[in-house]
């Protein structure tokens, strides 16, 4: 059966993913287009690209220097220019503190050895970047490594070249509808990026964008030189990750209403079925490793400041689409991922591959439960149609309203 896939956002709990779309292929269901956020998006742009189930799970265990390369998604920052610091906020707030015993040349000079000192120095400068660029990480080596996959390995009669096109020259190289959800800071709006809103818009930054969590990696500023989206100018505009407004909009493909084709395209006769990342479902883990001297049993996350973090980041990413959840419940799968943090990039091979598995058994239970209920997985149910399907229009409408 062919389905429409919609993928959440949840960051490093996005891995889930993996093993829920190694049984779905198993079980020789397809997918029609794809909708993501956040993880949601990096993990639709790879199946776009024509990624198999055996190649996405290669990728969870690609490693570097010892570590999962995935750890280097939470880089350190990139140097400031002597401009950028000059012309910075935290520079602006030291010119605006006047300490009236010394003279203006010695008070802008000390001024300026701070803020070159902040900016400069390798603990510091992750704090000057979160007040100047929003992001205390960098996100440069996810554009690397995302660049590499879509690059790397065979496609049709030939190689993968992806990186380098715009979404536009994406959907006429493979034929799938991809979108992407991202936020515009500076309008307050959501953005659905795709070959018919953001025909120029690079591949690679839609899904940066989409997967740009405020305070943890740096926003990005929309570039003039990817034209527009639907028609508007928002060139200079911050973007962020796309569940900031909808972390699961699968109500985008189950609307008819005019507002939402116009960005979606027409309604399609394929089933439609959404991957949640469920935190409040706990995933089996393997035993700690016992050692000669010691038994290691280490739990990530355990300092308070950074378990502080990681519920505001996880509160804010999924707080929304509550509605939406219950309202589709049928088309839902379920995918654990409890005791998980949306940072965890540097997750354990023990802990990847329980949460891997994890996503496969949810998949597979979600499929025999269908199976044995008789109740179809295509569409929406007939009883409930139209009631669904007014629902949908009307979440729909407020979300692409916000």
């Not at 900016?119 to 992750?126: E, I, V």
């Not at 740009?212 to 990817?226: A, N, T």
Request: aromatic fraction near 8%.
């Amino acid at each position: 059966m062919k389905f429409d896939l919609v993928f959440e956002g949840g960051g490093a709990k996005g891995m889930v993913f993996v093993g829920a779309y190694e049984e779905f292929v198993n079980r020789k269901h397809t997918f029609g287009r794809l909708l993501g956020t956040s993880a949601g998006a990096i993990t639709a742009a790879l199946l776009a690209a024509g990624y198999t189930a055996r190649e996405m799970l290669e990728a969870l265990t690609e490693k570097e220097n010892g570590k999962s390369v995935f750890a280097g998604f939470m880089g350190d920052p990139p140097p400031f220019t002597r401009e950028q610091i000059r012309t910075s906020a935290i520079r602006d707030l030291l010119r605006n503190i006047n300490i009236k015993p010394l003279p203006g040349f010695l008070e802008n000079h000390m001024d300026d050895t701070i803020s070159e000192a902040l900016a400069d120095h390798a603990s510091s400068r992750h704090f000057f970047a979160l007040v100047e660029r929003g992001g205390w990480f960098s996100a440069g080596r996810f554009i690397t490594w995302l660049q590499n996959k879509l690059d790397t390995g065979p496609w049709k009669d030939g190689r993968r070249q992806f990186s380098g096109m715009t979404l536009s020259q994406f959907f006429a190289a493979t034929g799938i509808d991809l979108s992407v959800v991202a936020s515009d800071t500076a309008d307050s709006r959501l953005l659905v990026l795709n070959h018919r809103t953001a025909p120029g818009c690079p591949l690679v930054w839609a899904v940066r964008m989409s997967m740009s969590i405020p305070l943890v990696w740096d926003e990005v500023i929309w570039e003039k030189g990817w034209g527009g989206y639907t028609g508007r100018d928002i060139a200079g505009h911050a973007i962020v990750d796309g569940g900031i407004l909808s972390n699961f909009p699968i109500e985008l493909f189950i609307s008819g209403e005019p507002q939402v084709t116009r960005l979606m395209g027409l309604k399609q006769d394929n089933a439609v079925l959404g991957l949640l990342i469920d935190e409040s479902l706990p995933v089996p883990q393997p035993p700690a490793t016992k050692g000669i001297l010691l038994d290691v049993d280490v739990k990530p996350g355990e300092l308070k400041t950074v378990k502080r973090l990681r519920r505001l980041i996880d509160t804010m990413t999924g707080a929304h689409d509550k509605m939406v959840i219950d309202e589709f419940e049928d088309m839902v799968v379920r995918l654990p991922s409890g005791g998980y943090g949306t940072t965890e990039f540097d997750m354990s091979d023990g802990r990847r591959s329980a949460l891997v598995k994890a996503g496969r058994d949810a998949m597979g239970a979600y499929f025999e439960q269908s199976a044995a209920k008789r109740t179809p997985t295509k569409g929406l149910k007939a009883a409930g149609a139209d009631k669904a399907q007014r629902v949908a229009d009307r979440i729909a409408g407020r979300l692409l309203a916000l």
